[in-house]
């Protein structure tokens, strides 16, 4: 079996536990050893894990047909192409789409940028592949690592399959990002899609977990379930919640929002760092 | 099939790239115009989406205007209270949003 206590650690826990008298040096590896990796194991997600170490051939066919219609379109300024999002979080067995950043060793104008994300995205789907493309200048997703609250997100968790990425291992988000990224959980009514209000709602999650400090995409699907339930999440995204559903998430998105705004507004809040990225 | 659940995702896509753009505009944040400008396109990618299933005539363009102008205001007003803005931002950041997705 696999050990993540050591016999000493095991030993400390059981005098512990025991009501046994500790010495002072066992004590500072309770406090600094034992309780740390306890704490750790506990927010693991094995099961999570475990999914996306497995070996998945689609997946590896998926990503050869993506990197290779990437480089056709954009050619030699690519310098790197990561895949973020449900697919690569769920080792392809659950997804409606595939995120896909794409790298430039330059900046692109504009129009030609929406220009190759729209000729990437119609190749993926003569593949049959859902595509959803972002392009970035390597020096934008670096420099701009910190004011962008779904990029900082998306880049957690994500599969780089071409090239390498530079990314900030820590970094400091501004309030006035998060009230703006705030805004795209405005707006939702019992008129609009379910999978609006879903995204409406994960969006104002997302931000609290930021606010917390917290860049966890599995903490983010937990928050949700727990929240809203499987059955309501499923019935959200597939348009077939009622009325009265929506209404009741509309509701908690409502106070959600209002909570959030007024924590970013208030002074004590300066700029936000985020570690382990 | 949908049209007025699209309509309503297409003014809150307008109201947000319009209030961003007066928000950076009129803060000093040149830094953070590059992912503004991703996101907006990103949401402008669905939003062209939402428009190509439908027809859209005068009468529904007007709507999402005036609907778009009545939101971009009440959320300057109510949530960028502190940020000084020139009020003919508004029309001139809109009106060409509405002919990028529209035109």
């Known amino acids: 079996m ?10 400390i826990i059981r005098k512990k536990i025991e009501g046994r008298r500790l010495s002072q040096n066992e004590s500072n590896i309770l406090s600094k050893s034992i309780r740390p990796k306890l704490k750790a194991v506990g927010e693991i997600d094995s099961a999570e894990i475990l999914r996306r170490l497995e070996y998945n051939q689609r997946g590896i066919s998926i990503e050869e047909k993506i990197k290779k219609i990437v480089l056709e379109v954009l050619k030699e300024k690519v310098s790197s192409i990561v895949l973020c999002g449900s697919a690569i979080q769920s080792n392809y067995r659950d ?35 859902k595509l959803d493309v972002q392009i970035y200048s390597e020096r934008a997703i670096l420099f701009g690592m ?25 970094i400091e988000i501004s309030p006035l990002d998060l009230r703006m990224k705030l805004d795209w959980s405005y ?14 709602l994960r969006n104002a999650l997302l931000v609290s977990l930021l606010m917390n400090g917290k860049v966890d995409n599995y903490k983010l699907k937990e928050t949700m379930k727990n929240v809203l339930g499987d059955e309501i999440i499923d019935k959200l995204r597939s348009d077939k919640a009622d009325e ?28 936000i760092k985020i570690e382990n990225l | 099939m949908g049209k007025n659940k699209d309509r309503e995702s297409l003014i809150r896509v307008i109201v947000n790239v319009v209030v961003h753009e007066i928000v950076l505009r009129n803060t000093n944040r040149p830094e953070s115009k590059n992912f503004v400008r991703s996101e907006i396109i990103e949401y402008s990618k669905k939003a062209k989406g939402d428009i190509l299933k439908h027809n859209w005539n005068e009468k529904d363009r ?39 997705l529209f035109d």
């Open chain 1, 2 to 11: 696999v050990k993540i206590l050591t016999g000493r650690e095991e030993e």
């Open chain 1, 95 to 129: 997804y409606n789409d595939i995120d896909v950043i794409v790298s430039l060793d330059r900046e692109m104008e504009k129009g030609k940028k929406r220009e190759a994300v729209e000729k990437i995205e119609e190749k993926g789907r003569e593949e049959g592949m």
């Open chain 1, 146 to 170: 910190s004011r962008n609250p779904s990029l900082i997100y998306q880049l957690k968790d994500s599969k780089v399959i071409y090239g390498k990425i530079r990314k900030l291992k820590k």
């Open chain 1, 187 to 200: 707006g939702v009514s019992v008129k609009s899609y379910g999978d609006d209000i879903y995204l409406a």
């Open chain 1, 244 to 271: 009265d559903e929506k209404k009741l998430v509309l509701n908690y998105l409502e106070l959600l929002l209002r909570n959030l705004e007024n924590k970013l507004k208030s002074e004590k809040w300066g700029k």
């Open chain 2, 62 to 100: 007007e709507y999402i205007r005036e609907n778009g102008l009545d939101g971009v205001k009440n959320r300057m007003k109510e949530k960028y209270y502190d940020i000084d803005f020139d009020e003919s931002e508004i029309e001139e950041i809109l009106n060409r949003e509405m002919s990028e």
